[in-house]
């Protein structure tokens, strides 16, 4: 019986350009509903994107996005 490999947690950042907007999601294993949610957004028109930004805290993640990407944090879902 094959064993199922452990998925890190990891957060997710959701970015709404068309807002100016971001949002920290996670920790969480399973990106798929997310990316389903940005894929739909995209297909209408919408300019949002997710990313694993690789650090691991969500105070890191916010000032460097904010820094790189000059959007604002909101901790409403933007998708």
Not at 30 to 59: F, I, M
Request: glycine share 6%; hydrophobic share 35%; with cysteine.
């Amino acid at each position: 019986m094959s064993r199922q490999r452990q998925i890190k947690p990891f957060f997710l950042v959701i970015t709404d350009r068309d807002k100016g907007l971001f949002n920290v999601i996670g920790p969480m294993s399973d990106d798929t509903s997310w990316n389903d949610r940005v894929c739909k957004a995209q297909e209408s028109g919408r300019q949002v994107n997710c990313h694993n930004p690789n650090l691991y805290s969500r105070e890191s993640i916010i000032t460097a996005v904010e820094k790189q990407l000059g959007l604002k944090y909101t901790d409403i879902q933007v998708v």
